[in-house]
């Protein structure tokens, strides 16, 4: 059995027992190990939510990172201190790329804090854009190459080019696949790469059939003229049999509201405390 248990996210399950914070990570559970996808923003989170549900971050095989930002590697210094040294690190070589957001005439770096000569001091780095896999029956895409559709993007998020800035074309966004005997599970950090433009990377290079899709999805900012091709093409990726959507993080409500309208109870929410099982 595969356990994904969700330990950030903005919402909570049940607030009197999860903290929340804009942010993600997910533990992931299988037959041989365990690993942490994603850190969230603080690392206080992470550890008081992964207490709550009995979750010792000290015995994580790996950990993933889907993308640089902050709310993804903030609460990086924190699991380290808990994780055992020499540990696996699995990310994109674009990983330690600053980013930043440019918003209001103001600038500000939300990128990975932590610089690379301090992360090879307690972990092992493996940066590959290649597909890797991680554990058994669990895999990081490597980079998504193919970027014909236009989800996940955010347009107040830049890169130094030169003397000026380019939009950041997200080189580093990775998601992660696990290999279950019903299928294959999508998880998403940010999913800036483009939730389409990841599902179809993923079919591409496992050709198998995806049951479930779990995470940040991005999918906040598109307006209504667009949803309509999203929804066809997510129902033309399924083919006739469509996959779970466990949706949190950057995903919005609206889009979650509309993905209900199209897939009904195939869409569910996935707060800090959500716990998930798949045969
Ligand atoms: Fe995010
Ligand atoms: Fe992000």
Same mark, same amino acid.
């Given at each position: 059995?595969?356990?994904?248990?969700?330990?950030?996210?903005?919402?909570?399950?049940?607030?009197?027992?999860?903290? =929340?914070?804009?942010?993600?990570?997910?533990?992931?559970?299988?037959?041989?190990?365990?690993? #942490?996808?994603? =850190?969230?923003?603080?690392?206080?989170?992470?550890?008081?939510? %992964?207490?709550? *549900?009995?979750?010792?971050?000290?015995?994580?095989? !790996?950990?993933? *990172?889907?993308? !640089?930002?902050?709310?993804?590697?903030?609460?990086?210094? &924190?699991?380290?201190?808990?994780?055992?040294?020499?540990? +696996?690190?699995?990310?994109?070589? /674009?990983?330690?790329?600053?980013?930043? !957001?440019?918003?209001?005439?103001?600038?500000?770096?939300?990128?990975?804090?932590?610089?690379?000569? /301090?992360?090879?001091?307690?972990?092992? *780095?493996?940066?590959?854009?290649?597909?890797?896999?991680?554990?058994?029956?669990?895999?990081?895409?490597?980079? @998504?190459?193919?970027?014909?559709?236009?989800?996940?993007?955010?347009?107040?998020?830049? @890169?130094? %080019?030169?003397?000026?800035?380019? +939009?950041?074309?997200?080189? /580093? /966004?990775?998601?992660?696949? #696990?290999?279950?005997?019903?299928?294959?599970?999508? &998880?998403?950090?940010?999913?800036?790469?483009?939730?389409?433009?990841? #599902?179809?990377?993923?079919?591409?290079?496992?050709?198998?059939? @995806?049951?479930?899709?779990?995470?940040?999805?991005?999918?906040?900012? #598109?307006?209504?003229?667009?949803?309509?091709?999203?929804?066809?093409?997510?129902?033309?990726?399924?083919?006739?049999?469509?996959?779970?959507?466990? *949706?949190?993080?950057? =995903?919005?409500?609206? %889009?979650?509201?509309?993905?209900?309208?199209?897939?009904?109870?195939?869409?569910?929410?996935?707060?800090?405390?959500?716990?998930?099982?798949?045969?």
């Amino acid at each position: 059995m595969f356990m994904v248990r969700c330990l950030v996210d903005n919402n909570t399950l049940d607030a009197a027992r999860f903290r =929340t914070e804009h942010g993600v990570s997910f533990a992931i559970e299988t037959p041989t190990g365990q690993l #942490l996808f994603d =850190t969230g923003q603080s690392g206080d989170v992470l550890v008081h939510n %992964a207490t709550q *549900l009995g979750l010792d971050l000290c015995q994580m095989d !790996a950990l993933v *990172l889907s993308h !640089a930002h902050y709310d993804h590697t903030g609460g990086l210094e &924190v699991f380290l201190q808990k994780s055992r040294l020499g540990l +696996p690190l699995y990310a994109h070589p /674009d990983l330690f790329r600053e980013r930043y !957001a440019i918003k209001d005439g103001q600038t500000r770096s939300i990128g990975l804090q932590m610089v690379q000569s /301090d992360l090879t001091k307690h972990t092992t *780095l493996n940066l590959s854009a290649e597909p890797a896999q991680v554990l058994p029956g669990v895999w990081i895409t490597g980079e @998504i190459t193919s970027r014909t559709e236009f989800e996940g993007r955010s347009s107040h998020h830049y @890169i130094q %080019a030169g003397n000026g800035w380019q +939009p950041d074309p997200y080189r /580093d /966004d990775v998601a992660l696949v #696990l290999e279950t005997p019903s299928g294959l599970i999508v &998880v998403c950090g940010c999913c800036h790469a483009g939730l389409l433009n990841t #599902l179809m990377h993923v079919q591409h290079i496992f050709g198998k059939k @995806i049951i479930a899709i779990v995470g940040g999805t991005h999918l906040a900012n #598109l307006d209504v003229n667009t949803w309509e091709h999203t929804i066809t093409i997510l129902r033309a990726i399924s083919a006739w049999d469509m996959p779970y959507l466990f *949706l949190n993080h950057c =995903t919005g409500e609206r %889009a979650l509201e509309t993905l209900s309208q199209a897939f009904g109870k195939k869409v569910k929410p996935c707060p800090a405390g959500t716990v998930l099982r798949f045969d």
